[in-house]
Nanobody
Framework: QVQLVESGGGLVQAGGSLRLSCAASGRTFSSYPMAWFRQAPGKEREFVSRITRTGVLTYYADSVKGRFTISRDNAKNTVYLQMNSLKPEDTAIYYC????????????????WGQGTQVTVSS
């Protein structure tokens, strides 16, 4: 089992940037494909991005492609989400997630979840 703790959320103006971090417990972090999801008020949770175990392959939702970058540091048991050119519609709680197996780059589910971090983008 893995425990995930997100950080880095906050309030930012439209056009600004934030970097989310997700620290994972355990010694098998490198065995998990990792993902970010988000949930806006009144909306269902949606896939944002995923990265494979080694970080060679990355996947993005169309709504964030070209603006967000996912990365990971297996030595630090951490996955990141660099968010640039933020828009008010990016406002949501962002969740880090770990997959026990690779179920596809755009899978809308995962196995282990963090508690989430709030991102608010003002116009």
């Amino acid at each position: 089992q893995v425990q995930l703790v997100e950080s880095g959320g906050g309030l930012v103006q439209a056009g600004g940037s934030l970097r989310l971090s997700c620290a994972a417990s355990g010694r098998t972090f490198s065995s998990y494909p990792m993902a970010w999801f988000r949930q806006a008020p009144g909306k269902e949770r949606e896939f944002v991005s995923r990265i494979t175990r080694t970080g060679v392959l990355t996947y993005y939702a169309d709504s964030v492609k070209g603006r967000f970058t996912i990365s990971r540091d297996n030595a630090k048991n951490t996955v990141y989400l660099q968010m640039n050119s933020l828009k008010p519609e990016d406002t949501a709680i962002y969740y880090c997630a770990a997959d026990t197996y690779f179920r596809g780059g755009y899978s809308t589910t995962s196995d282990y979840w963090g508690q989430g971090t709030q991102v608010t983008v003002s116009s």
